[in-house]
């Protein structure tokens, strides 16, 4: 079964600087996809950005950005220009690009606090 | 388009008490999705289903059961709820269109969650 690891539970960056948050993934498929979803304290879970396996070029959503390392199984998401909007749960998610599959496995999560 | 929405926001149960969560989507996709997000863990798919009439197991279906008996809805039920079902629900829809069509935007639609107590 494919495992998701955010190995930082919180982080905190000040206004207007940049942050990386960290995650890993365990799988032996070679086609797969991944997300980072923000949950606000709303706890609606929000789509941030996507990356397909397949591509190297690294997914970027204005001041959103991953560093994907398929060989190193490494998806970090990099927030540049941090906003007060920021501060929330953020989670790194894998589903499988086999047929039928459908499932999102999720890591545990990093919680962000955004410093004025 | 209200997307994806549940009912009740919040609700507190007694053990062994029974109870139904509802999932509303009109964005007319065909999977919808249940999870659980309890204290220090991600999500946990509970079950799903690829279209009216049908369910599938998730990762941890053991003491709730799911109908979808009209496409835009799916409910989650809880037959004698237990204090380990304590959590927040989260429901999720997804298009199958985009799938099939290997559209790489499709993604998983959330609703805002429904936060559960058992005593």
């Known amino acids: 079964a494919q495992t998701v690891t955010q190995s930082q539970p919180e982080m905190s960056v000040q206004e207007a600087e940049t942050v990386t948050l960290s995650c890993t993934y365990d799988t032996s498929e070679s086609d797969y996809y991944l997300f980072w979803y923000k949950q606000p304290p709303s706890r609606q879970m929000i789509l941030v950005i996507r990356q397909e396996a397949y591509k190297q070029q690294n997914a970027t959503e204005n001041r959103f950005s991953v560093n994907f390392q398929k060989a190193a199984k490494s998806f970090s998401l990099k927030i540049s220009d941090s906003q007060l909007g920021d501060a929330a749960m953020y989670f790194c998610a894998y589903r499988s690009a086999l047929s039928g599959a459908n499932n999102l496995f999720f890591g545990t999560g990093t919680r962000l606090t955004v410093i004025p | 388009n209200a997307g994806v929405t549940q009912t009740p926001k919040f609700r507190v149960l007694k053990t062994g008490q029974s109870m139904t969560l509802l999932c509303a989507q009109d964005?007319?996709?065909?999977?919808m999705y249940w999870y659980r997000q309890d204290p220090g863990m991600g999500l946990r798919l509970i079950h799903y289903?690829?279209?009216?009439?049908?369910?599938a197991k998730g990762e941890v279906p053991d003491g709730y059961n799911v109908s979808r008996l009209k496409k835009q809805n799916f409910l989650l039920g809880l037959e004698s709820a237990a204090p380990s079902q304590t959590s927040v629900y989260f429901c999720?829809?997804?298009?199958?269109?985009?799938?099939?069509?290997?559209?790489?935007?499709?993604?998983?639609?959330f609703g805002p969650g429904t936060r559960l107590l058992v005593l």
């Open positions: 999720a829809s997804s298009s199958l269109r985009g799938w099939a069509l290997g559209d790489i935007r499709e993604t998983q639609y």
């Open positions: 289903s690829v279209g009216e009439g049908t369910t």
């Open positions: 964005m007319n996709h065909e999977y």
